[in-house]
């Protein structure tokens, strides 16, 4: 399955390069270097930090100075070394954020002849990336209702948009609204990395990860139990058979999902290197609910992607498609009637905490690159609306690697602003260079 679905990662990656410059698709659809879940090291002597501030109201502020930002690393102030802010293509042309639906820009696309896609040059490249690896049926359904309703309107003059899918949609970079709403409406809902819930004890990633890399005894004990109940065995004369079991069980769910999580973040870096081939503003807006990214591959492999986002001015904002959701697990994520679960409550505990850390990948990727993360809310085509519009100001700041141990270790990073009551979205980190050798 990891091979087919990297098949069509190709294929649609290669698309979109045809489809926008058939000169150069050979060149733009090569992948980001290191394809094939190889970890790349970017060897870099400076950090770019994306900032987005904004007021009380949650209107972007435009009018700050290099000398208005702190950059904090791992604690340690560093020294802001380069500096730059970038407008929206509606703040320089004194408009609001021009986005589907909007009003001026239907009029001119319906009545006038001049607003042909071949007459207007591209200004602004967005990408719907739809999550049918991740999403349930039931969630995917109302993600595609949001976006068939948001690109039932026309795009505005100077935006291509084009629909992918981790498995192979791929309605091909466009300002036609039908290839686009067909592409949103063959989307089915695969869940390629579910855990098998006949298994024996059935356990998912999150649990798999709490199990194997952090020995959490509470999670020991009631797959212990679980394990039990489901083999008919005792867990206090056979417990050597039981434990197997959950060994087992959680090191197979642990292999499958980092092989997912790493081929999300492949696919979602190729087209991060495919849009910054690209003139004009690049937007990608996943819409997703989530997946976990803990380890240290998934993180290394996020940091690439907002190293090159903010490289090459790509933004990535994320809309979690579950809605509004509450720490009820149902009966498919009961505790398959382990008394010990029952009473600590740790199934409801671990389905809330896997919840998070599915949104924190989304949130990072949205904060580094100066995104916007639409998390909790129903109202997905108006998510969707706000997150075509982007950013009207974007903040670029840069400091310097020079006096960092090149080690390959994660670095927190901080930002601050010297001025009251606003509210800052940036990266929250990066890891350090490794030394030419590849070792720490």
């Known amino acids: 399955m990891k091979t087919i679905a990297r098949q069509l990662a190709a294929i649609a990656i290669c698309s979109v390069a045809l489809t926008l410059h058939p000169q150069d698709a050979a060149r733009q659809a090569q992948p980001a270097p290191g ?9 870099v002597n400076a950090v770019l930090v994306p900032v987005v501030v904004r ?7 435009g009018n700050l100075k290099q000398e208005d930002f702190k950059v904090f690393d791992q604690g340690k102030r560093r020294p802001i070394s380069g500096f730059s802010m970038e407008k929206s293509e509606a703040v320089e042309a004194g408009a609001l954020p021009a986005v589907p639906g909007s009003g001026a820009s239907s009029a001119a696309v319906a009545g006038s002849p001049a607003a042909a896609p071949q007459a207007i040059p591209a200004k602004r490249f967005i990408v719907f990336l739809f999550d049918d690896r991740h999403l349930g049926p039931g969630e995917l359904e109302q993600a595609k209702k949001a976006g068939i309703q948001l690109l039932g309107e026309p795009l505005a003059d100077g935006d291509r948009a084009v629909v992918l ?27 390629v990395s579910q855990h098998d819930p006949g298994q024996c004890p059935d356990i998912d990633y999150y649990t798999a990860d709490e199990l194997i890399n952090k020995h959490s005894k509470p999670e020991w004990d009631s797959e212990i139990e679980r394990a039990a109940n489901c ?7 056979n417990i050597g058979y039981v434990e197997q079991l959950v060994r087992t069980a959680a090191n197979q769910s642990l292999v499958a999902g980092d092989q997912d999580v790493r ?35 998934a993180m290394t492999l996020q940091s690439q992607i907002l190293d090159l986002a903010a490289s090459s001015n790509v933004t990535i904002s994320a809309l979690d498609a579950r809605g509004l959701f509450s720490g009820n697990i149902g009966a498919a994520g009961s505790p398959g009637g382990s008394i010990f679960a029952n009473i600590t409550g740790q199934p409801v505990q671990d389905h809330l905490e896997s919840m998070r850390e599915n949104e924190d990948a989304m949130a990072e990727l949205a904060d580094g690159t100066g ?15 706000s997150l075509a519009a982007g950013p009207e100001y974007l903040y670029l700041l840069e400091f310097s690697l020079q006096d960092v141990k090149p080690n390959g270790a994660y670095h927190s990073l901080k930002v601050e602003v010297d001025r009251s009551g606003l509210k800052l979205q940036a990266r929250r980190g990066y890891f350090a260079p ?5 070792k720490k």
């Open 35 to 43: 394809p094939g879940g190889v970890l790349l090291q970017v060897r």
């Open 371 to 385: 995104g916007t993360f639409f998390r909790n809310g129903n109202d997905l085509e108006g998510g969707l609306r």
């Open 231 to 237: 083999s008919h065995m005792s867990s206090k004369g």
């Open 165 to 191: 899918s981790f498995l192979g949609v791929n309605s091909g970079m466009t300002r036609d609204r039908a290839p686009l709403q067909a592409a949103i409406a063959k989307l089915k809902a695969r869940q």
């Open 55 to 61: 007021d009380a109201q949650g209107h972007a502020v």
């Open 434 to 438: 490794l030394p030419p050798n590849g």
């Open 263 to 297: 081929a999300t973040l492949d696919y979602i870096r190729d087209i991060v290197h495919t849009l910054s081939k690209l003139p004009g503003q690049r937007t990608l807006i996943l819409v997703s609910p989530g997946f976990l990214s803990g380890s240290d591959e």
